[in-house]
């Protein structure tokens, strides 16, 4: 065990302390320790399980080539697309809802793509995770 200063504004050691309390925690150590594993725990989460996700996204289909994009983009990572939908929202904007299958970072990865082609309005993932 290794001992270490930690400085902390006031009004974050007094959050700390209601953690303290709040779960009751023996001292700040045992709440600090949580806190780290629990930060470690999510951010392996997010990256390695296998979740099922839904990426919505809005666009304008008059845009030339986005609609070939977005099917091209979806094709290097056919793996992880088990369908998709398309609804013509009005006469200029098309909603695409692809569900997807994969771990977490897969996902992020290509709905970060998907998101950032040029022309789309509106695109959002939700992530669950698999049991
Ligand atoms: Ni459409």
Redesign the pocket.
């Known amino acids: 065990m290794k001992r270490f200063g930690v400085s902390l504004e006031d009004n974050l050691l007094v959050k700390l302390d209601n953690l303290v309390s709040k779960r009751s925690f023996p001292n700040r150590s045992q709440a600090i320790r949580f806190l780290i594993r629990r930060h470690l725990t999510v951010e392996q989460w997010e990256k390695n399980r296998e979740v099922s996700g839904c990426l919505v996204l809005v666009y304008d289909?008059h845009r030339s080539g986005l609609q070939k994009r977005l099917t091209s983009i979806q094709h290097d990572y056919h793996h992880l697309v088990l369908c998709s939908q398309?609804?013509?929202l009005d006469h200029n904007n098309?909603m695409e809802t692809i569900t997807l299958k994969g771990t977490a970072i897969e996902l992020r990865e290509l709905a970060d793509r998907l998101i950032a082609v040029k022309g789309i309005i509106h695109g959002e993932l939700v992530m669950s995770v698999l049991q």
């Open positions: 289909h398309h609804v013509h098309c």
